[in-house]
């Protein structure tokens, strides 16, 4: 249960692709919003609905109090008092200059469907569950900050700044992210429209890419998708189109480049993984899956086309503030998660942690992301790592360092030692 904008946030944060605008009156996204008398009660009755006095020894509610002569007045009485005549002539009135060209008609309307049976009890059940969206302010004031976002936005302005002519690629560009679009262009990047589920339009960005610029010299694969929950509740349906983005998009995009690197005897191809690729979470084995998938199709790619001169790597971050923990997919399955009692509930309490984290004034910055990518640019061919790892590593440092050698053997018992090294002498075209 629960009021207007906080639910058209949660939509818009969840499935940003579906979502044009979003008008909301009223609506509170940040901290500071909660910060004055009025809230203070209701703060306390997010962490005990039988508290008793507690937030209430302010001005505000002094005089609540006073006017209903309970100097120990229960949370839950006082936020009563929220839904009579007297508080909703106040929401009316207080703050304005000429309270007195406001018609009564307008709080004596409002007053009478409050006073509708049983509607006290969902106006409290209303101000408790209010006490869920805050954890969720940092992911709102993301969605509003940032779109074509996250690691993908930063990387692009970063690389630009450094002097790199970058072309950036989101869906729609003209409506949806139209402001996100001109944003970067301002900056001197170019745009261009690539949804990396649809092969044409995948063909069509790498075309006009290359016809614009030349030559392509660095591949960054970045799209991806998140999902979290109880593994047997996400459909097939839900599992494919994952899939059909972080993995068949990855390949589809790196498809279209291929050719123009062989051309060339060059390239680089960056793949944004995850450390979930090499370590598990629980509940998180569906997108694990996925990268899992990305981290072995880069192995191979890495051989395949090491001896005609292309590099290919992978970047595996942590968890960092961006909106792809915001937007994560749910299972659609709500039964089955029902069915798994207070495991099932696990994961809700899992990204209420990484939220609290993840707004912490110590939490992680995602600029080391655009930072790992810039670095790998500059490195020469050949001294790249095969894999680089950014933030807290989870332990996905330590799988790295372990089945590197174990890789490296199981090449050379094949017979393909040579494919791990890129020959210094290729023809480069211009």
Known sequence: MDYGAPVGFRLAVRHPERVQALVIQNGNAYDEGLDNDFWEPIKAYWENRNAVNQGLD???????????????????????????????????????????????????????????????????????????????????????????TGFGRD????????????????????????????????????????????????????????????????????????????????TDQQVTALFDVNVIGLHR???????????????????????????????????????????????SLRYEVSQLGVDVTLVQPSAYPTPLYASATQPADAARVAAYGAVGEIPGAMFQQFATMLSAPDAPDPHDIAEAVAKLIDTPKGDRPARTVVGNSYGADTVNDATEPV????????????????????????
């Open 58 to 148: 302010n001005d505000f509610w002094k005089n609540v109090k006073a006017a209903y002569n309970q100097p120990q007045m229960s949370n839950d009485d006082a936020l009563r008092f929220l839904v009579t005549l007297g508080a909703t002539q106040w929401q009316y009135t207080n703050g304005v200059r000429d309270a007195e060209v406001i018609s009564p008609d307008n709080w004596h309307v409002t007053q009478r469907l409050l006073d509708r049976p049983g509607n006290e009890a969902i106006q409290l059940q209303l101000f408790y569950d209010y006490g869920s969206n805050p954890p969720l302010y940092p992911s709102w004031q993301e969605y509003l900050r940032t779109a074509s």
């Open 155 to 234: 990387t692009a302005e970063t690389l630009a700044r450094a002097g790199h002519h970058v072309f950036a690629s989101m869906r729609d560009p003209t409506v949806k992210n139209r402001a996100h679009a001109e944003a970067l262009q301002a900056q001197g990047i170019e745009v261009v429209e690539l949804d990396v589920t649809d092969t044409q339009s995948v063909d069509r960005a790498v075309t006009a890419v290359a016809v614009k610029a030349g030559r392509i010299d660095v591949l960054i694969n970045n799209a991806g998708v998140l999902s979290a929950g109880v593994s047997e509740a996400f």
């Open 253 to 299: 995009v790196t498809r279209a480049v291929l050719p123009i690197f062989r051309r060339q005897h060059d390239g680089l191809i960056i793949n944004i993984s995850t450390i979930l690729g090499r370590v598990t979470f629980p509940f998180f084995g569906i997108y694990g899956a996925s990268k899992f998938a990305v981290e072995a199709l880069t192995d």
């Open 407 to 430: 890789q490296a053997s199981t090449v050379e018992a094949l017979g393909l030692a040579h494919l791990a090294t890129i020959p210094s002498a290729l023809p480069r075209s211009a």
